[in-house]
């Protein structure tokens, strides 16, 4: 069966200090990779998604940034975190069958991280 | 662009009543429409979808959902609300069909009241 990891569980940072956010997918190949962020009270905002290694796509403009350096790797990261990237971020991936009708996202348990 | 809106932010309901949680969407084909629950502090769980087919579909933890072109809707229900059903509720519609992204909605939050 397929699992999904986030970790570090909880972060509290500094303005300013770099951050790094690790999502790993297991039994499963080839999937959609997804980091969402989730503002205190409010929705999801889909920050980036991937098809594949090295494909980035990014939602909104913003602070942070994306890497997949393996299929099922997909990592969060920012050289200078702001008050405003606090939040709950999450990472999701689905079967890379696009059109296929097979896209329910599975979540992962979250990053809860607090920039001070 | 297709886009989710859920007009309840927050519900309150007496444990064994009934339930309906809404959801309107906008996309410019037949979509895909899923409910996810979050409890607090933890991620997404899948409670149901909607591909094709039956338009009333049935998902876990006794939650059903009827999809309705015409009004643009896909309304979660629950004949019979439990203590534990109290979360937040997410609409989502897609795929994109070149990378399979979803749209969410804002949520609803369900209290429960003993």
């Known amino acids: 069966s397929q699992t999904i990891h986030q970790w570090p569980a909880t972060l509290v940072q500094p303005v300013g200090s770099p951050l790094s ?5 297991e039994g ?3 999937p959609n990779l997804y980091w969402y962020r989730q503002a205190a009270g409010r929705g999801l ?8 290694i090295g494909q980035i796509s990014s939602e909104v ?11 099922r790797q997909f990592i969060l990261s920012s050289k200078k ?23 329910t996202q599975y979540f992962g348990p979250g990053t809860r991280l607090t920039v001070l | 662009a297709q886009s989710v809106t859920q007009p309840d932010i927050h519900i309150t309901v007496s444990e064994g009543a009934s339930l309906e949680l809404r959801c309107n969407y906008s996309y410019g084909a037949t979509p895909y429409l899923f409910w996810y629950v979050q409890s607090p502090g933890q ?38 609300v439990h203590w534990s059903d109290a979360a937040e509720y997410f609409c ?23």
């Open chain 1, 81 to 103: 975190l702001l008050l405003s990237d606090s939040g709950f971020y999450l990472c999701a991936w689905s079967l890379g069958l696009a059109g296929v009708g097979t896209d």
């Open chain 1, 61 to 71: 403009p913003q602070n942070l940034s994306a890497s997949r350096p393996q299929d």
């Open chain 1, 28 to 30: 499963t190949s080839n």
């Open chain 1, 45 to 52: 905002q889909l920050l980036f998604y991937s098809v594949g």
């Open chain 2, 43 to 80: 991620g997404l769980q899948l409670l149901l979808k909607y591909f094709s087919g039956d338009t009333l579909v049935q998902g876990i933890k006794g939650f059903e959902a009827e999809f309705k072109r015409s009004q643009s809707s896909f309304n979660l229900r629950k004949p019979s």
């Open chain 1, 21 to 25: 956010l690790e999502c790993t997918v």
């Open chain 2, 92 to 114: 989502a519609v897609g795929p994109n069909a070149n990378a399979g992204k979803s749209t969410f909605g804002d949520g609803t939050t369900l209290t429960v009241k003993p």
